[in-house]
């Protein structure tokens, strides 16, 4: 319908008519355009023909559009967006210079991107600002379909068809403890079970780890006790090395402590915890700007050793 509508209507009576509008006159609007008012009129005519409608109604001394004139007008206006933006991404094709790039990541990512992607992408492109927020999956999910962000990055996003994973990886759930805990010692993968005498640290329920561990306890019959529920992986590992307890979480980067004790992770036995998965994703049809394209393959070129989904795959609705 819309190839329909750019053939019936012809481009330089639109331009006329929009200079009609920003006038507010038909005669202001040939003064500007250097023509004869009644040719500018004419033209109006014919426009309204190929509309098959009224477009400029009368107002005083000069004219104002009709609703049907406010229509086309929004039309042609945002037509004139689509070209300059198309413009634009093809000028920024050949040049990443300028433009921003809003990110949004799980805290677990972040101490990656830094050390990898976003560091290199920033050292080689000084001129592109970038946005890196830190949230759970429910945040992440929200902020790519909302498309408020360009890139997210997170553990197990729901089954929705509006998320696009360009790139996923297992990322199982392990126990997190100093490697002189009695759990370290057990030398065996672990049952939730075997947790219950100790402490205990986990995310909050709106984050994808939570929510597989909280169907293991469903199909292990054990309800965990939680001393610290968190939204930071920091606080994780560093409820692991104060020697507090145990973390149930995707692997931390976490330093040794001062005296040299070490965080050891420790495999589990339920098959639940080791069926998550990491997603790089964007929203699903959206055209990513040239930098934000750009930082992207970057992220995927640095997890290609590990990749495993085909790239640009539609997570289907659940």
Not at 263 to 276: E, F, I, K, T
Request: glycine residues 8%; proline residues 7%.
């Amino acid at each position: 319908m819309l190839n329909a509508m750019d053939d019936r209507l012809d481009a330089r009576r639109m331009r006329y008519f929009m200079q009609v509008l920003d006038s507010g006159s038909v005669r202001g609007a040939a003064e500007v355009l250097g023509m004869d008012p009644s040719a500018v009129s004419r033209a109006i005519g014919v426009l309204e023909e190929e509309c098959g409608t009224r477009l400029l109604e009368r107002r005083g001394r000069g004219v104002v559009p009709t609703d049907a004139g406010e229509l086309l007008a929004t039309y042609v206006r945002r037509q004139h967006t689509q070209k300059q933006q198309l413009l634009a991404q093809l000028d920024d094709i050949q040049k990443v210079e300028r433009g921003h790039i809003d990110i949004v990541a799980g805290e677990g990512f972040v101490d990656w991107l830094m050390r990898h992607s976003l560091q290199r992408f920033l050292a080689a492109h000084p001129g592109i600002t970038v946005d890196l927020s830190v949230g759970s999956t429910d945040a992440v999910v929200r902020e790519i379909v909302e498309e408020r962000a360009h890139i997210g990055m997170l553990f197990q996003p729901p089954r929705d068809e509006r998320l696009r994973s360009h790139h996923s990886h297992p990322e199982p759930i392990l126990t997190l403890v100093l490697q002189t805990h009695p759990l370290a010692q057990l030398g065996r993968p672990l049952r939730l079970a075997d947790l219950l005498p100790y402490r205990g640290a986990t995310l909050h329920r709106d984050f994808g780890v939570r929510q597989h561990i909280e169907a293991t306890e469903i199909s292990e019959g054990v309800r965990l006790p939680t001393q610290l529920s968190t939204t930071s992986f920091h606080a994780l590992g560093q409820f692991v090395m104060a020697g507090l307890g145990y973390a149930l979480s995707a692997r931390l980067p976490v330093p040794a402590a001062p005296d040299g004790s070490r965080m050891v992770a420790l495999p589990m036995r339920n098959p639940l915890l080791s069926q998550g998965r990491v997603h790089v994703v964007s929203r699903h049809g959206r055209v990513l700007p040239p930098a934000a394209s750009l930082l992207l393959r970057m992220i995927l070129e640095d997890f290609r050793p590990s990749a495993i989904n085909a790239v640009g795959v539609a997570i289907p609705p659940g």
